[in-house]
């Protein structure tokens, strides 16, 4: 059973990302702080559930979340920075978009960039332990494949409204084929034919 959040002294925020090994499309990052008797029953890491799941748990926590925000940054900046990096900002922009100031942050992953002002704990599959990191996890999923399913209307040879920009063969075939989009991560090795590609599955 997941615990409401790291620690109890303080209002927190938990933070997660999505997309950060996609080939194309920007990482999207959310904030979320949830009331301390938030209860949703199938609330897990974002990667444990199925679409239908995420997108039903997406309006329950925007609902009754105390506050919640969604940020991105794009595949430009993304080569500018690095992914990491990227992943950070991300997270940075979710946090100041937040309606509440929150007193403390829990991020999923072993690394963050601190946060003026706002102390911070790392956690690792923290998004498998805590509601607010599985929470942001959620939104952060959602929202990402939501943009992605818009921009496959105009590049429908990637097939992202499927894959969402991670390496599948199919979208690896299609960078080979039809060459890369204006969306696309020139500093990742799109289309190296050595690396190991994802299954549908994993996306």
Excluded at 19 to 25: E, S, W
Excluded at 149 to 159: F, M, R
């Amino acid at each position: 059973m997941l615990l409401n959040c790291y620690q109890n002294e303080f209002l927190e925020a938990g933070c997660d990302e999505a997309g950060r090994g996609c080939l194309a499309g920007p990482v999207f990052a959310a904030a979320v702080i949830l009331p301390l008797d938030f209860v949703a029953g199938e609330l897990n890491d974002s990667k444990k559930l199925t679409h239908k799941q995420r997108c039903s748990l997406r309006v329950v926590i925007e609902r009754e979340a105390l506050a919640w925000a969604v940020a991105s940054v794009d595949n430009h900046e993304i080569d500018q920075i690095n992914i990491l990096n990227a992943s950070f900002l991300a997270m940075h922009r979710a946090v100041e978009q937040l309606k509440i100031q929150p007193g403390y942050l829990s991020i999923d992953g072993n690394r963050f960039k601190a946060y003026p002002n706002i102390p911070h704990a790392c956690v690792v599959k923290g998004d498998g332990k805590y509601l607010n990191i599985a929470a942001a996890s959620i939104l952060a999923k959602t929202h990402r494949d939501e943009y992605m399913e818009q921009l496959a209307g105009e590049y429908p040879h990637y097939q992202w409204q499927q894959n969402k920009g991670y390496p599948t063969i199919v979208h690896r075939t299609a960078a080979l084929e039809y060459g890369l989009s204006p969306f696309h991560r020139k500093t990742f090795s799109i289309t190296d034919p050595q690396l190991v590609l994802f299954s549908e599955n994993q996306v």
